[in-house]
């Protein structure tokens, strides 16, 4: 198509009455992605931490000799010595939505332990006066994989995406692209 200067060109946008709402509830339906993506985690790679493979997976601080040795340990994984860790983890989440952002909180009574212990650390271990100290357990929790980063991405995504999805014209949308076949 060719356009010259003396030509007026319009151009009209529709757009449905329920797109639009969701166009104006745009942040809360950001917040209520952020939120499911968050549960995602909490649900479904949180108990991976707990794994036997988790230590090599996630960059654990190797553990002393007597920790490894101790018999009431076993054959457990390096994150679990009594599973109260676990248990606590896995059962106390509290989410809360903080501007743009939602704060998922989770407290256990090992971590205070070492209360001394920083929030957000790069270092293995936990200094203390004898030796080298605790692993870093907020540290090791908060591990994540570049897969599980995109997994976690992706369900953010399809509940942005179906909260923006007007409800009435899927089954239109859906019917019109179905193929027909006249006799």
């Known amino acids: 198509m060719k356009f010259t200067k003396g030509k007026l060109l319009r151009l009209t ?11 104006r509830e745009a942040k809360g339906n950001a917040e209520d992605a952020l939120m499911a993506g968050a549960q995602y985690w909490h649900d479904g790679i949180l108990p991976k931490h707990f794994d036997k493979s988790a230590s090599s997976v996630y960059g654990y ?3 002393a ?30 989410y809360q939505r903080v ?8 407290t ?4 205070n332990f070492a209360p001394t ?22 540290r090791e929790i908060k591990a ?8 976690v991405a992706v369900v953010v995504a399809k509940d942005l995406e179906r909260s923006f999805a007007p409800s009435e014209n899927k089954s239109k949308t859906t019917a ?8």
């Open 65 to 94: 000799r007597s920790y490894l040795k101790d018999p009431r340990k076993g054959q457990k994984p390096a994150m679990v010595f009594t599973g109260s860790l676990r248990a606590d983890m896995l059962k106390r989440a509290a």
């Open 144 to 151: 994540f994989t570049e897969d599980e980063r995109e997994m």
């Open 99 to 106: 501007g743009s952002a939602v704060n998922l909180k989770m």
């Open 117 to 138: 212990m920083p929030e957000n650390s790069g270092d293995l271990y936990v200094k203390h006066k004898r030796g080298r100290g605790y692993p870093n357990l907020k």
């Open 61 to 63: 601080a190797p553990r």
């Open 108 to 111: 256990a009574r090992v971590l």
């Open 13 to 23: 946008v529709e757009v449905s009455d329920e797109r639009l709402q969701a166009m």
């Open 176 to 183: 019109m692209a179905t193929p027909t076949t006249s006799p």
